[in-house]
C-alpha cells in the first residue's frame, strides 16, 4: 500500500477525517466534535482514521488536508488577530472614503494600529494618479506599532508596481509582514483593501494553524506534506497559506461541494450539505462550486475575495423543535447527550426526521429509541407524548419548505439538475424534492466535506484589465501564465497544471477599449 491521503475538514458541530488509497477509495472515516479551540477535535479525528490502519499504512500517509474555520472563528470572535498599519495608495484620488470606513467598531479598533492615505496608485488605463511618496510611508510607520502591513493600491490588479514598491521598503526597513491586496482580491477598492486588511491580521492565526497541524503530524511520526484548503475548493502549501491566510475562509462549504462532485461522480448538480447545526446548498458547474457573483460579508466586512455561492439555512441534525417552530439554535455537538434518540430531553431535527421514517444507514434502531423516549415521557406527563409526536411531524413538514424554498433559490428555475446530499444530517432530507431531477445519496456521503480536502487540487488565479487592441491576445497570454505560476507555488505540479476558468468581460466608457479578465489555473499537487 502507497501513496495514502487523509483529509480533514472542521466543521461547526464535527470534524471529520477520510483517508483514501491510490485510487480514490474511502479506507477509513471518522467524525468527532469539534473542540471550542478547534485543535483538539482535529486531532481527535486524526486518531481516529490512524487507528484503522495499520503500521505500513500509517508510514504510507504522504499528504494531508486540512479544511479549517480557524481563521473564520477568529474573525467573527475577534479573537488572536494581529494589529495591522493599514495603507491605501490613491491620494489625492480617495481621501473621500477613508479606509475601514465601513468596519463593525469594535473590530476596527481590534485590528486597525492606524489608516493613511497617501499619494500613488493608477487609474484604470494604467496612468498613474500621483507619484508614489515612500516617505509618506515612512513617516506614517514610524508613528505606529503594529504585527503586520496592509497595502491596497488604486487598480493594483492591473499594475501592482506601486504595492510592491512599498512592500520592498516595509520588508527591508521594518521587517514586517506585508499583505499586498492585488494577491487577494479583484477589481473593487474598497472590498479588495478590506480583504487585505483582514488578511494581514490573521498572520499569527495562520502561524497558530500551521504549527499546530505541523506538531500533530511530528507527534505521530508522519511524514506526510500538510496542506490547506481554500474557499474556492483547491489545495495549497502551508508557506502559500502563511502569506494568504484569508483564502481559507470558507474552505468547508467548498471543500463539501468537490467531495460531493467526486463521491457521486456527478459535475453539474445542486448540492445540499446538512450539518448539525445548518445546511449548504450549493451548485456544481463542471465539478467545481459556483462563484458568487456578489460581495462577500465576513464578520460584518464587505470582502471581494472569490467565494462559493452558498445559501446557508438554519436547518440541522441538531436544531431545536419547539410546538410554534423550528431552530434557529441547535444543541450542536451535545445532540449525542441531548436528542431524545441519545436518551436526552430536548426534542431536535433527529429526533422528527426519525419520527417520520428517516434514519442514517446503521441507524434502523434509532426509531424503536425515539418510541421508548416518548413513551417514558409520556408516563411522567399523560398525553404529552403524543404532543410531542405531532410537534415533531409539523417539524419534518416545516423542515421540508425550508429545503424545498431554498433550492428553488439556487436552482434560478432550472429542474433538470439532479441534487447530491451529503453531511451527517443528509437523512433529513426526503427522497423527492421540487426543482431537482432526482436525490443522490452517495456512499460516505457523511464525511463528503473531508473527502473533498483529500482529493483538491492546487490553483492560482488572476483578475485584471487588459488593453482590448491588437495586444490582447499577447497580455491574456501573459495573464495565463501568471495564473498558472500561482497554481504552482499553491503547490500544484507544473507539468499538469491547466487553465480551469477564462472570462473575458469588456469595459465601457474608457478612453481607450479594454476588458476584465479572469484566469484561473489549476492542476494536481506535486509529487
Do not use: C
Request: net charge negative.
Amino acid at each position: 500500500m502507497a501513496d495514502l491521503k487523509i483529509g480533514i475538514d472542521v466543521g461547526g458541530t464535527n470534524t471529520d477525517a477520510v483517508v483514501l488509497d491510490p485510487d480514490g477509495r474511502v479506507i477509513a472515516k471518522a467524525k468527532r466534535p469539534t473542540s471550542p479551540d478547534v485543535t483538539d477535535g482535529l486531532r481527535a479525528a486524526l486518531d481516529a482514521v490512524l487507528a484503522e490502519l495499520d503500521d505500513a499504512g500509517r508510514q504510507s500517509v504522504t499528504r494531508v488536508m486540512l479544511g479549517t474555520t480557524h481563521a473564520t472563528n477568529a474573525i467573527l470572535e475577534r479573537r488572536g488577530l494581529g494589529r495591522v498599519a493599514v495603507i491605501r495608495l490613491g491620494a489625492p484620488a480617495t481621501t473621500a472614503v477613508p479606509p475601514l470606513s465601513d468596519w463593525p467598531d469594535d473590530l476596527r479598533k481590534t485590528v486597525s494600529a492606524g489608516e493613511a492615505i497617501v499619494r500613488g496608485g493608477h487609474y484604470v488605463d494604467g496612468r498613474e494618479i500621483s507619484p508614489l511618496d515612500l516617505d509618506a510611508v515612512r513617516r506614517f510607520l514610524d508613528g505606529v506599532r503594529a504585527d503586520a502591513v496592509a497595502v491596497t493600491s488604486v487598480f493594483s490588479p492591473a499594475d501592482d508596481g506601486h504595492e510592491r514598491r512599498v512592500e520592498e521598503l516595509v520588508r527591508a526597513e521594518y521587517g514586517l509582514p506585508v499583505s499586498v491586496s492585488s494577491e487577494i482580491g479583484s477589481l473593487g477598492l474598497l472590498e479588495r483593501e478590506n480583504a487585505t486588511v483582514l488578511n494581514a491580521a490573521l498572520y499569527g492565526v495562520a502561524a497558530h494553524v500551521t504549527d499546530a497541524l505541523v506538531t500533530a503530524l511530528q507527534e505521530r511520526g508522519l511524514g506526510a506534506r500538510p496542506y490547506l484548503a481554500q474557499n474556492d475548493g483547491t489545495l495549497m502549501t502551508l508557506e502559500h497559506a502563511a502569506r494568504l491566510p484569508v483564502s481559507t475562509i470558507g474552505s468547508g462549504p467548498a471543500n463539501s461541494l468537490r467531495g460531493a462532485a467526486y463521491l457521486s461522480g456527478v459535475a453539474d448538480a445542486v448540492v445540499v450539505d446538512v450539518g448539525g447545526t445548518s445546511t449548504d446548498l450549493g451548485v456544481l458547474a463542471g465539478g467545481f462550486p459556483r462563484e458568487s457573483a456578489a460581495a462577500v460579508e465576513i464578520g460584518g466586512v464587505l470582502t471581494n475575495f472569490r467565494m462559493p455561492d452558498i445559501l446557508a439555512i438554519a436547518l440541522g441534525g441538531g436544531t431545536v423543535v419547539r410546538p410554534h417552530g423550528i431552530g434557529p439554535d441547535s444543541v450542536g455537538y451535545r445532540i449525542v447527550r441531548e436528542a431524545l434518540v441519545f436518551g436526552g430531553a430536548t426534542a431536535t431535527m433527529t429526533d422528527a426526521a426519525v419520527a417520520a421514517g428517516r434514519v442514517p444507514p446503521g441507524a434502523e434502531d434509532w426509531h424503536e429509541r425515539l418510541q421508548r423516549a416518548l413513551e417514558e415521557e409520556g408516563r411522567g406527563q399523560g398525553d404529552m407524548s403524543e404532543e410531542k409526536a405531532d410537534i415533531l411531524e409539523s417539524a419534518v413538514t416545516r423542515a421540508d419548505e425550508m429545503v424545498i424554498d431554498a433550492v428553488d433559490r439556487m436552482t434560478l428555475g432550472r429542474s433538470d439538475r439532479p441534487l447530491v446530499a451529503v453531511g451527517g444530517g443528509a437523512f433529513l432530507l426526503p427522497d423527492h424534492i421540487p426543482g431537482v431531477s432526482r436525490v443522490i445519496r452517495p456512499e460516505h456521503a457523511e464525511v463528503a466535506n473531508a473527502v473533498g480536502a483529500a482529493i483538491a487540487l492546487a490553483s492560482g488565479r488572476i483578475d485584471t484589465i487588459l488593453p482590448a487592441g491588437d495586444s490582447r491576445s499577447a497580455a491574456i497570454e501573459s495573464a495565463k501564465e501568471e495564473a498558472r505560476a500561482r497554481a504552482v507555488a499553491a503547490g500544484a505540479d507544473p507539468a499538469h497544471v491547466e487553465i480551469v476558468d477564462l472570462l473575458e468581460v469588456p469595459l465601457s466608457y474608457l478612453s481607450e477599449p479594454a476588458v476584465r479578465v479572469h484566469v484561473k489555473a489549476a492542476g494536481p499537487l506535486a509529487r
